[in-house]
């Protein structure tokens, strides 16, 4: 015999709750009261919460109808019975004869045995279960779809009240929560940093303190105001191109908008708010509902949809709270690490550097530039770690390994300590670097290398000292108009470009005209949307067309360098008329300022970067033209390989060593003896230690890197004897073998050498 219950119990239940959650209570208490009042008004003889610990057991923390004593007491596997199985799919039970359900398991310990029905939902957030909430009757009852709902708010209700920290204390010792347990996750290393510090989320978590409305035409109201000014806000976003953080960016935005504009979402969130919810309440629960219908699918397409749909609910309940821009304000930790899905180079130059331990992205790839900035400002940086925003909250401690790719959230007392032993070893590192500083970098065999540093900016400078670099081989001068809200003015620039100088205290830098576009977005500058940002409209082109903005800055480096030789070269080069055009600017002011008797560089040294492979086949006509070259392997490498530089995806695809790629940076250098030319190479393979031994052995001298590279680099220039390295690695690249025989074969080499790569 089926019975049915009353719709008044949901209702009632919901004003109850609100009234709960109100009153000041202890957290057993309030969990009590919790499931008394929900068995009262849904008329169920038990109601049971549930909260997983870490040790995968699933322990009773409050019951009304099953023994009291057995609170704190019973415990269940995850996976073992039904309880079990709601937290392991992370879906509901609705069961009107539960004990002929095969994973039904009886618990003595409770006097469970006489119930039948059964009515149990997961307690979830951001995707994680936290716990089960059940009620259960005697008799062959169907619960409602309004009952199981509200037993869903309720697990919400439950799911904030864990997450804000309520029922920490409850935990016998020695059992603790899975909130809170140690998580090793595994990503891959984009800077080689270790990080210890505490978890600071980019895009943080709201917290939902008020499920239930006290007033629903009222949160209607802020529903549909937030929901206008979030559209309005991500249209802003795609036409401005901000926060463009790397290539698939645009797609997320694009995916966004999509969502924003998405009728079945704004319904459903009305229909949540009708039904008793608050609008942020609405939020997550339409937010789980979506993740639940979705979450399961094995395609990758759809799971990356639910990221961004995840995304813009967590900025839709931003706008809510009113708080809809931007991580903190002035509430940075000491030693904060970031932890984010994706995020632009620009948005992590907006946080305080001195508090800046780390970063750990779900996405990117090591020659994204993000990565590249935080190489740049010394911080550890681990990327591509799934999951890692919903299993992290906000002031929870965290370990970035980025030599090991691993990532430790609330790590153990153990693991804190092999980490404090391991910083202390590479401080030992470190001193042992500092020790051939003043060290030429010379192989066994007498082969000199000039090993530069990448820069950006001024913060980077004390670097030149510290790692004895022989000067600034890349100084990427768009971080500047990055930081900053508007266009520097020349004298800005020139000032700044002086300060670059002068801290370089003699050592030769090279400049890098403005490199913008493609992902390197400024605020102010608008430009269209475009398909392919990374192949439109950026770097020398935009310079060109917009002549007035690269002689501004061509004046400010002239004016900078008075006395002294200016060295500048030109970004995404792809016809050598572009450098003549670009040199004719040069000239012209140069002429302009000696005309207007105004101090300016004594010599100016012109250079091209190789970035696109068509120079490849203008290599002899270019270096006519030049006073050098230097190769942007970065880039070279995303347009050869035709594979995004930021997509996370392809981050491992192609290798650098592949002679395909290394005959192509070999040719380069060639032509570089053959014209009596200098060749650089500025790309991120410079500084990593093996691949830096493959470009000394196909011909390349001078390497320019991020300033803690240069320690590991010398070190293994200063143990190879370059002979026979060069031989073995003719052979290999002539044989079109492949690159991971190459990688195989190298590090072999070094091995028998004892060079340390
Ligand atoms: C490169 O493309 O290799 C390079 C050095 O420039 P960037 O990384 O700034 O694009
Ligand atoms: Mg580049």
Redesign the pocket.
């Known amino acids: 015999m089926a019975s049915r219950g009353s719709l008044a119990g949901p209702r009632v239940l919901m004003r109850r709750l609100r009234e709960v959650m109100a009153e000041s209570l202890g957290a057993q208490e309030r969990l009590d009261e919790i499931v008394t009042q929900i068995a009262a008004n849904m008329v169920t003889e038990v109601c049971s919460v549930y909260v997983l610990r870490a040790d995968g057991m699933l322990e009773l923390y409050a019951t009304r109808g099953l023994n009291p004593d057995a609170v704190h007491k019973v415990t269940l596997n995850v996976g073992r019975g039904l309880v079990g199985l709601i937290a392991t799919s992370g879906r509901p039970l609705n069961l009107p004869d539960s004990q002929k359900h095969p994973a039904f398991a009886y618990l003595p310990e409770t006097g469970e045995e006489i119930y039948h029905s059964f009515l149990g939902v997961p307690i979830m957030r951001a995707g994680r279960t936290l716990g089960v909430l059940v009620v259960q009757n005697r008799s062959y009852r169907t619960y409602l779809d309004e009952e199981l709902e509200a037993l869903e708010t309720t697990a919400m209700v439950l799911a904030e009240m864990f997450a804000a920290g309520e029922i920490e204390d409850l935990a016998t010792p020695g059992a603790d929560l899975d909130l809170n347990r140690p998580v090793q996750l595994t990503g891959a290393a984009f800077a080689e940093d270790i990080g210890l510090g505490h978890v600071v989320l980019h895009e943080p978590r709201v917290v939902v303190t008020q499920m239930i409305a006290e007033d629903t035409d009222h949160e209607l109201k802020r529903l549909d105001a937030a929901m206008a000014s979030l559209r309005l806000s991500v249209d802003d976003l795609l036409a401005r191109g901000a926060e463009a953080g790397h290539g698939e960016h645009r797609e997320i935005l694009e995916a966004y908008r999509m969502f924003a504009q998405d009728r079945g979402w704004t319904r459903r969130l009305r229909e949540a708010v009708e039904n008793g919810l608050t609008a942020e309440a609405a939020v997550e629960k339409v937010q789980s509902d979506t993740r639940l219908r979705v979450g399961r699918q094995a395609d990758a397409f759809l799971r990356d949809r639910l990221h961004d749909f995840d995304d813009l609910a967590n900025r839709l309940l931003r706008e809510l709270i009113g708080r809809p821009h931007g991580p903190l304000d002035g509430e940075l930790p000491e030693d904060a690490i970031i932890v984010a899905r994706t995020m632009g180079a620009a948005e992590l130059l907006d946080y305080d550097r001195e508090r800046l331990r780390g970063l750990v992205l779900e996405e990117g790839a090591p ?1 994204s ?1 993000v990565a ?1 900035i935080a190489r740049a400002l010394d911080i550890a940086c681990v990327g591509q770690v799934e999951d890692v925003v919903s299993l992290a909250e906000t002031g929870d401690p965290i370990i970035v390994d980025g030599e090991t790719g691993l990532v430790h959230l609330r790590p153990p007392s153990d693991i804190e300590t092999a980490y404090a032993d391991k910083v202390r070893f590479q401080a030992r590192r470190q001193e042992q670097y500092l020790q051939i500083r003043d060290e030429p970098a010379v192989t066994r065999d007498g082969v000199d290398f000039e090993l530069l540093m ?1 820069a950006g900016l001024l913060m980077d400078l004390p670097h030149l000292e510290e790692s004895g670099a022989a000067g600034i081989g ?1 100084f ?1 001068t ?1 971080l500047q108009f990055m930081v900053v809200s508007s266009f520097p003015r020349q004298n800005e620039q020139q000032a700044y470009y002086e300060q670059v100088l002068e801290a370089a205290n003699g050592k030769p830098v090279t400049f ?1 005209s403005l ?1 913008v576009g ?1 992902d ?1 977005v400024l605020p102010y500058l608008r430009s269209q949307a475009e398909e392919n940002p990374a192949m439109g409209w950026r770097a020398i082109r935009l310079g060109l067309d917009r002549p007035a903005l690269l002689k501004t800055q061509v004046r400010a480096l002239l004016k900078a360098t008075a006395g002294r030789e200016l060295r500048l070269m030109f ?1 995404m080069v792809t016809e050598v008329g572009e450098f003549e055009r670009a040199r004719a600017i040069v000239e012209r002011e140069r002429a302009h300022l000696a005309r207007h008797g105004h101090a300016a560089a004594e010599t100016v040294r012109l250079g091209a ?1 190789v ?1 696109v492979p068509a120079l490849l086949w203008q290599l002899d006509e270019l270096f006519a033209k030049v006073d050098f070259l ?9 347009f050869m390989m035709a594979s995004d ?1 930021g997509n996370t995806r392809l981050a491992t695809r192609f290798d650098p060593l592949s002679p395909a790629f290394l005959r192509a940076l070999r040719k380069i250098a060639d032509k570089g003896l053959e014209h009596g030319k200098p060749v650089t190479l ?3 393979i410079a500084g990593r230690p093996l691949e830096a031994l493959a470009l000394a052995g196909i011909g390349y001298r001078a390497l ?1 890197m991020s300033p803690a590279a240069i320690g590991p680099v010398k070190t293994m220039l200063r143990a190879l004897e370059l002979g026979p390295l060069s031989e073995r690695l003719a052979t290999l690249i002539d044989e079109g073998v492949s690159a991971s025989d190459v990688r195989t074969e190298l590090r072999a080499f070094a091995e028998a050498q004892r060079i340390p790569v």
């Open positions: 020659t530039h590249i990448n890349l990427r768009e890098r490199d493609g390197k970004p970067m970035e230097s190769v942007g392997s970065n880039d070279l490498m995303q530089r500025c790309g991120e320019s």
